[in-house]
């Protein structure tokens, strides 16, 4: 699917064209198509082109990204937003961002950017495909013998060293000489996501998130758990493939 066909849409000057160099030098996984300054000029490339990505400015004038998308209805392409605030990342998940930028913009959150974009279509084109091949449950050798641990019952995994305490429903919990990161990589696949590096929660039984005040998830059980910064954006994205997969 490489190069993603791309377009900047920014109001401002300076912004738009210092994220149409960083583009141009960083990221040849992007071919851009254009660069314009409002959702006008923005629906006419939209119609003559199939795009992958767009750059979206938060506030433009008359309108705002997020409504623009809500005008538009269900788009193909993939969205990351640009914004000198941050206080709209949560109309950003809303509208299916795939992340959410802040100015200025460095290379590094640029290029995850595009990683992830680049991941976001990967995971659509093979969500539906995997979701009947995912093991339902795991093996878990203990101090007792081996356990067979249904993996949707699993509400979330807490490390402490080479050791990581299970916890699943009904109040049960387990402690295993296994570190976090093997139980991450057995469970790759499934709807357990690791948010923190002492921490791995199932999306089936978050009640509740917030992105303020750092980030964090509360557990149906009410466990609170804090989310790791660098692992936000992906966070996010994981939660809308969640709950709405066919997108």
């Not at 974009?117 to 969500?127: E, P």
């Not at 039984?205 to 750092?214: A, P």
Request: hydrophobic share 40%; proline share 3%; glycine share 4%.
């Amino acid at each position: 699917m490489l190069p993603l066909k791309a377009i900047v849409v920014e109001d401002e000057e300076y912004s738009r064209n210092n994220l149409r160099d960083m583009l141009l030098y960083h990221c040849p996984e992007v071919e851009l198509i254009d660069c314009v300054g409002s959702t006008a000029e923005a629906e006419v490339i939209v119609q003559k082109h199939q795009l992958d990505l767009v750059f979206l400015d938060v506030v433009l004038p008359g309108t705002t990204g997020v409504e623009w998308l809500q005008n538009m209805g269900e788009q193909q392409f993939a969205v990351v937003f640009v914004s000198a605030y941050n206080r709209y990342g949560v109309q950003a998940v809303k509208a299916d961002a795939v992340d959410y930028l802040l100015k200025p913009i460095y290379v590094k959150e640029l290029k995850q950017a595009v990683r992830k974009t680049i991941k976001h279509f990967w995971a659509r084109k093979h969500s539906l495909a995997s979701r009947g091949n995912r093991a339902r449950k795991i093996a878990v050798s203990h101090a007792m013998g081996t356990s067979l641990i249904n993996v949707n019952e699993i509400t979330y995994l807490l490390a402490d060293n080479n050791y990581t305490t299970i916890h699943w429903r009904q109040q049960k919990s387990l402690l295993v000489a296994k570190p976090l990161k093997e139980f991450e990589l057995q469970l790759k696949g499934t709807s357990l996501f690791r948010i923190h590096k002492t921490h791995m929660i199932n999306l089936e039984h978050v009640e509740l998130y917030s992105i303020s005040d750092g980030g964090r998830v509360v557990m149906e059980d009410g466990t609170m758990l804090p989310i790791a910064r660098r692992r936000m954006a992906e966070f996010l994205s994981r939660v809308k493939h969640h709950v709405n997969p066919h997108n």
